[in-house]
């Protein structure tokens, strides 16, 4: 069978810095095809190469047999390959029936855009995903979720032999993602081919059927995927022995629950205008509490007024640390709470900025030093956290957006470690982190909790949530519903507690 | 885990210094300028007369200036039109001040408040925009077209519209002193140059500022005050252009309400752009908003030595805010 997608030899550096030696990529027609490897092994490089972003240095690529003239991502739409990115790249503040048809709008017979047919065609589109929303509205308005899924629908509009999806499912939830793998099949079954990134690897299993594993920017193995084992796969893409990462556990957030210490603060009956309507908790010195719920149930919402970044309209929240109002996100700082946002490219990374600059972002105020920053214990405190988190790049003064997405989240999660604060928000701490950096992280994080750090954790990955958290308080529509203590907490028991609460509230 | 990190240890002063020449290089600028002096040495009667060195670092200094603060203000992501109006308006005030019967009676002071009112009242100008801009959230093309229209309106009026000459060798020295041979605006332009460099580079405000511009939703949670560090940049922009428009009346020792500063919101556009600064913010280039103010004020004087009226001048001037804002975007890995 002649290849749909065949890379070989594929080279690229940046500025010197190699980023891919001798990668390599072979796809089916109307397989799905996954690529996984560390953060910064290559994976979003070699296909930035496929759909024109980038130039390869080096190697060849050939589409359907002939070498590929490919040099734009429009040619690349053009050529029948349809993109997702890893970073969100639509446009929020127009709205989500621009965002679909953008470039491809329908044309009444005047030249003009012809909005009815432009609005129904993206109804009918977001209608096969699952999704029924206002297409007039503001794309922006809608969650990270609802926005993937809208990118995703786009790509599939446009007739595609083969659709990329880099890390699109994390930041779904479970419905999303059995909505996103219907597709996936529905997909498959006409003859579509889909390449999938991810650092899930359980849902490889569930939708793929060929693996490419790639290591420090090579092609290390190519796998069929029911051949292989989880640990197989891990053992291949880390580079190490098998039974040393089985020794080694999978979830490092989890400990051993030490009594907590004195309440850091208590918000009662919080509601804002932004949906939450009534939602109580306490966070003490020295423990995680994770918020459970669906999609849209009030989680990062809750995250927000505590960060001060949304006004309360009623209740209360009560801060031990300092004692007052946070009414901004500058006042929560100084109060010692720090929040990870789960929009890494829009509330997170100052994208031209060094890693030097982006980490002390936060921190700045407190490196004063005789009305300047203090360069000095600046380049320290990064230098050790760049080795600490692990964070794979060429040198502290290389602009962010160079860097692998796992690793723009190191630097983000180190800005916050950095300020020493008494109470850190995490909202998908390790959304997009390879599998050996997610232990690390989340045994840092188990680190900081230990001598004293209080930590509310949001997670649409359950089993980071049942682990990671002491207590775990279950949201619904914008309500504190339910609170369960670990020990004692399964999976099942938190769906469980997720589920019933929603029945209940069908009924009522 | 395989570890690749190399905790590349570069020094950390000189980097900040290094960047900025690359960058200027990178954009051509440095090129742009050599060639334009090549044109001249070539073509241009009397080009390598040290007068006419004169002529032309007197005339780009106010630019310059104006640049400086205009490349702080689009490192914010914003813009600002109402330099050159506030430039009149300085310039309107300080002959009043010191041609004042209370000036006259007592110079000293008179000399120092013709100074420093007009520049404070640029200030305040600077604190309208930026609190229309950060606080009200007007857009800043809308906000700063305000006193665009209006500054300029309040100059003539103050002066009744009437060209004010004056004799005033004190105030003079601004726009005529000499140092060693060279005019006393240059080494001004140096100095503050040199000063606002620095405080981008080195301080916690420059680094804000810069943060504000490249992600000010991240700046923001951060907890960066961003309302406060963009009022800085309008502030800053329009004090200097309060000083700009000091020098260019005491070049002439009168003061034009209607011309001083005419247009000087696109030169300080073209030399900040020409400088390497990005539109969309994020970068403040402060040499490079020099260099592309010296290559503005040749392209013009070359233009009107070689007896080019002056409406090509402008489109030359269009032509080559194009040509380096495609440079900016040409750029591909
Ligand atoms: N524009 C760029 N300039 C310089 N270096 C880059 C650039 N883009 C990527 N790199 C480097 O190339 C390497 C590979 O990055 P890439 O984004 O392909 O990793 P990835 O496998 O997708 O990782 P992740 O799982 O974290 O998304 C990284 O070391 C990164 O720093
Ligand atoms: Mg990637």
């Known amino acids: 069978m002649q290849h749909l997608i065949e890379m070989s030899g594929i080279k690229k550096s940046f500025a010197g810095v190699v980023a891919l030696q001798n990668a390599s990529l072979h796809i089916e027609p109307g397989e799905v095809h996954a690529i996984i490897g560390q953060n910064g092994a290559g994976k979003s490089t070699l296909i930035k190469i496929l759909t024109g972003v980038y130039r390869r240095d080096a190697g060849e690529v050939k589409i359907n047999g002939n070498p590929s003239t490919v040099s734009t991502p429009r040619e690349a739409q053009d050529a029948g390959i349809a993109t997702i990115y890893q970073e969100l790249s639509l446009v929020p503040l127009r709205s989500v029936t621009e965002n679909v048809m953008m470039g491809y709008e329908p044309r009444t017979r005047l030249g003009t855009i012809d909005w009815k047919t432009a609005h129904a065609r993206t109804r009918e589109i977001l209608e096969r995903f699952g999704i029924h929303i206002d297409v007039r509205a503001q794309l922006g308005s809608y969650s990270t979720a609802i926005q993937q899924l809208v990118a995703i629908a786009r790509a599939v509009s446009l007739n595609a032999q083969l659709v990329i999806m880099d890390e699109a499912t994390s930041s779904l939830d479970d419905q999303e993602i059995e909505i996103l793998f219907g597709v996936v099949r529905e997909l498959k079954k006409e003859g579509v081919a889909v390449l999938y990134i991810s650092h899930f690897l359980d849902e490889l299993y569930q939708i793929c059927d060929r693996v490419t594993i790639m290591r420090d920017g090579q092609t290390v193995g190519q796998r069929v995927i029911a051949e292989t084992t989880k640990l197989g796969l891990i053992s291949e893409m880390l580079g190490r022995d098998p039974e040393e990462i089985e020794a080694a556990g999978m979830t490092g957030l989890g400990g051993e629950t030490t009594e907590p210490g004195r309440p850091l603060f208590e918000a009662k009956d919080i509601s804002t205008k932004r949906g939450l309507k009534s939602v109580s908790l306490t966070l003490r010195e020295g423990e995680i509490v994770g918020l459970g719920g669906l999609l849209g149930s009030g989680r990062t919402e809750t995250a927000r007024a505590l960060f001060g970044m949304d006004t309360l309209r009623s209740g209360g929240i009560q801060n031990h640390v300092v004692g007052g109002n946070i009414r901004t996100p500058a006042e929560a700082i100084s109060a010692g709470i720090g929040f990870l946002t789960e929009d890494r490219k829009r509330e997170g990374i100052v994208p031209h900025m060094s890693v030097r600059e982006n980490m002390t972002l936060a921190l700045l105020p407190k490196l004063k030093k005789m009305g300047r920053v203090d360069r000095k214990r600046e380049t320290e405190l990064v230098e050790r956290f760049i080795t600490s988190l692990g964070i794979k790049t060429s040198g502290m003064e290389q602009p962010i957006r160079e860097l692998s997405g796992g690793n723009q989240q190191k630097v983000l999660l180190a800005r916050w470690l950095a300020l020493e604060p008494d109470v850190l928000i995490l909202d998908e701490p390790t959304r997009g982190v390879d599998v050996g950096a997610k232990f690390e992280i989340q045994s840092i994080i188990r680190e900081y909790v230990d001598k004293g750090l209080g930590v509310v954790l949001i997670s649409s990955e359950f089993e980071e949530l049942v682990e990671g958290a002491d207590r775990i308080i279950v949201l619904r529509d914008g309500y504190s519903i339910t609170e369960l203590e670990n020990p004692g907490i399964t999976e099942e028991s938190l769906i469980a507690a997720i589920a019933h609460h929603h029945d209940e509230g069908a009924r009522g | ?333």
């Not at chain 2, 013709?114 to 007007?138: D, K, Q, R, T, Y």
């Not at chain 2, 800043?140 to 009026?157: E, H, K, Q």
């Not at chain 2, 040749?298 to 030595?305: D, E, N």
């Open chain 2, 1 to 333: 885990m395989t570890m690749q990190n190399k905790p590349v240890t570069s020094a950390s002063e000189p980097t900040a210094f290094k960047f900025e020449w690359s960058m200027i290089s990178r954009h051509g600028g440095v090129v742009a300028l050599i060639a334009i002096l090549l044109f001249n040495i070539l073509i241009t009667p009397n080009f390598l007369h040290p007068q006419t060195l004169f002529v032309n670092i007197s005339q780009v200094a106010t630019i310059a200036i104006v640049a400086v603060g205009m490349t702080l203000v689009i490192a914010t992501g914003g813009i600002d039109l109402s330099v050159g109006a506030i430039m009149a308006l300085s310039g309107a005030l300080a002959p009043l001040i010191f041609t004042s019967p209370f000036a006259e009676a007592n110079p000293e002071l008179g000399l120092a408040l013709s100074i420093v009112v007009p520049i404070l009242v640029a200030l305040a100008c600077g604190v309208f925009n930026g609190a229309l801009v950060s606080l009200l959230n007007v857009q800043p093309i809308v906000a700063t077209l305000i006193f665009f229209i209006s500054g300029r309106g309040i100059a003539l009026v103050l002066t009744n519209g009437n060209l004010q000459t004056f004799t005033n060798p004190a105030f003079s020295y601004l726009g005529t002193g000499k140092i060693l041979g060279f005019p006393f605006q240059g080494y001004l332009v140096l100095i503050i140059a040199a000063c606002v460099w620095w405080v981008m580079a080195f301080t916690v405000f420059g680094r804000q500022l810069l943060a504000v511009g490249g992600n000010e939703r991240a700046a923001e949670l951060s907890g960066v005050p961003v309302k406060r560090v963009k009022i800085g940049a309008y502030v800053i922009c329009a004090g200097l252009s309060g000083l700009a428009g000091l020098i260019v009346v005491a070049i002439n020792s009168a003061s034009d309400a209607a011309r001083i500063g005419n247009l000087m919101e696109l030169d300080a556009i073209a030399a900040a752009v020409v400088g390497g600064t990005l539109l969309q913010g994020g970068r403040a280039p402060i040499f490079g908003a020099i260099l592309g103010a010296v290559i503005i004020q040749l392209v013009k004087y070359t233009l009107l030595a070689n007896g080019v009226a002056d409406e090509v001048a402008l489109i030359a001037k269009a032509g080559i805010i194009v040509l380096a804002v495609y440079v900016q975007q040409a750029r591909k890995e």
